[in-house]
T-cell receptor
């Protein structure tokens, strides 16, 4: 059972464009939603995270939007750059759990 | 600080052989995790530990064992390797109370022939 559904599986964007990755969940006990970025040959690294009491969080060109009623959250990368080419994972954690649940990842390619 | 380190970086095993993957962290984190990453499958949790001397099963524990004898180390063992265990293995750690903020190692690429 996939508790966090991530889409699309792959995404190709031109330099300067907006990259959008979406995640949906069912478990209303989730209370923290991090995003991870993974470059080829490296381990994932925490990129940005949001709590459900906030509808949007922005860090530089990266923005998380959160829709609690729809149980969806998304990552927007503004002015996408070739250096943003990586795999992005959304995740969610239920309160009190030691284990985050990861989406299956989105492979982003930004063409120069 | 080195963060999270993994040994070895690459390994090729024959079916039936055994090996141990070592994870070490120097951040004094309480929680440690082992994941495997396969194409299209994302990160799947194998085992995890919330403290020295404690371990628990994750989503895909079969064929693996773990030990956490020291707080800074988390070992993943394969007793009898199978081709289905060909994967990239990642170790991660996090602070107590913040399991969602995980620090990952660089990974071990394991091929079982």
């Amino acid at each position: 059972q996939q508790q966090v559904k991530q889409s699309p599986q792959s995404l190709i964007v031109q330099k300067g464009g907006i990259s959008i990755i979406n995640c949906a969940y069912e478990n209303t006990a989730f209370d923290y939603f991090p995003w991870y970025q993974q470059f080829p040959g490296k381990g994932p690294a925490l990129l940005i995270a949001i709590r459900p009491d906030v509808s949007e969080k922005k860090e530089g060109r990266f923005t998380i939007s959160f829709n609690k009623s729809a149980k969806q959250f998304s990552l927007h990368i503004m002015d996408s750059q070739p250096g943003d080419s990586a795999t992005y994972f959304c995740a969610a954690r239920a309160g009190g759990s030691y284990i985050p649940t990861f989406g299956r990842g989105t492979s982003l390619i930004v063409h120069p | 600080n080195a963060g999270v380190t993994q040994t070895p970086k690459f390994r090729v095993l024959k079916t039936g052989q055994s090996m141990t993957l070592l994870c070490a962290q120097d951040m004094n984190h309480e929680y440690m995790y082992w994941y495997r990453q396969d194409p299209g499958m994302g990160l799947r949790l194998i085992h995890y530990s919330v403290g020295e001397g404690t371990t628990a099963k994750g989503e895909v524990p079969d064929g693996y064992n773990v030990s956490r004898l020291k707080k800074q180390n988390f070992l993943l063992g394969l007793e009898s390797a199978a081709p289905s265990q060909t994967s990239v293995y990642f170790c991660a750690s996090s602070r107590s109370g913040r399991p969602y903020e995980q620090y990952f190692g660089p990974g071990t690429r394991l091929t079982v022939t």
